[in-house]
């Protein structure tokens, strides 16, 4: 089935540094690729979204783009900020069944 | 406009106890999700509601979950009798309408503490 594999943590940067959290997924047909965010004590909330191929997603500085020919969907930003402290998910919706599947997600940490 | 509300947010029992968690979606959403987030994993699956008719609950252990959406809103998800293992969030999720470019809508989700 349809899945979907991110980059373990936890990943712990200072205040400035550039954010890479690798993404590659397994699917059939044409799935539509998500991050989803989860701060500290609140619920999931999506961050960004491509639903086709070359599509660039953006979102409070994050980008990520759907590279079908990689099978990725990496997520950066340029300069984190204490603020951009979370769990980040990545995830599909499967053109089959539309099935949201999700990765383990990734913990960033970002020091002052 | 108020998102997806859940209750409670926190819940301890012992195994073999049975609890339920309320959901209420966005207004206007057709479609409500219940999904579990094991501890260092990502959210799975296990119900899918279309309106109040069920689409997918594929991955929802009918021996001891089940769920319901009677008039097409809110929603419950009981397990009974609970096990160890049942020890996750449980989210709510809501999305307008289904397709693979729709953007679900998650509660805080209800912690469950199984002893």
């Known amino acids: 089935g349809d899945s979907v594999t991110q980059m373990e943590g936890p990943v712990t940067l200072s205040e400035e540094a550039f954010l890479t959290i690798n993404c590659t997924y397994t699917?059939?047909?044409?799935?539509?690729l998500f991050w989803y965010v989860q701060y500290p004590g609140e619920g999931l909330q999506l961050l960004l979204k491509?639903?086709?191929?070359?599509d660039k997603g953006s979102n409070k500085g994050f980008e990520a783009t759907y590279r079908k020919e990689t099978t990725s969907f990496h997520l950066e930003k340029g300069s984190v900020q204490v603020s951009d402290s979370a769990v980040y998910f990545c995830?599909?919706?499967?053109?089959?069944?539309?099935?949201?599947?999700f990765g383990a997600g990734t913990t960033v940490t970002v020091r002052a | 406009e108020a998102g997806v509300a859940q209750s409670p947010r926190y819940k301890i029992i012992e195994k073999r106890q049975s609890v339920a968690f309320w959901c209420n979606p966005i207004?206007?959403?057709?479609?409500l999700y219940w999904y579990q987030q094991i501890l260092g994993q990502g959210p799975k699956l296990l119900i899918q509601?279309?309106?109040?008719?069920?689409?997918?609950d594929s991955q929802l252990p009918k021996d001891r979950f089940s769920a319901e959406r009677l008039k097409g809103v809110d929603s419950t998800l009981k397990i009974q009798p609970a096990k160890l293992e049942d020890s996750a969030v449980y989210l709510c999720?809501?999305?307008?309408?289904?397709?693979?470019?729709?953007?679900?809508?998650f509660g805080p989700g209800t912690r469950l503490l199984v002893l």
């Open positions: 999720a809501s999305s307008a309408g289904t397709g693979a470019q729709e953007t679900q809508y």
């Open positions: 699917a059939t047909g044409y799935p539509s």
């Open positions: 491509a639903t086709k191929a070359d």
């Open positions: 995830a599909l919706t499967s053109s089959n069944d539309y099935k949201l599947s």
């Open positions: 207004s206007g959403h057709a479609t």
């Open positions: 509601f279309q309106n109040n008719g069920v689409v997918d």
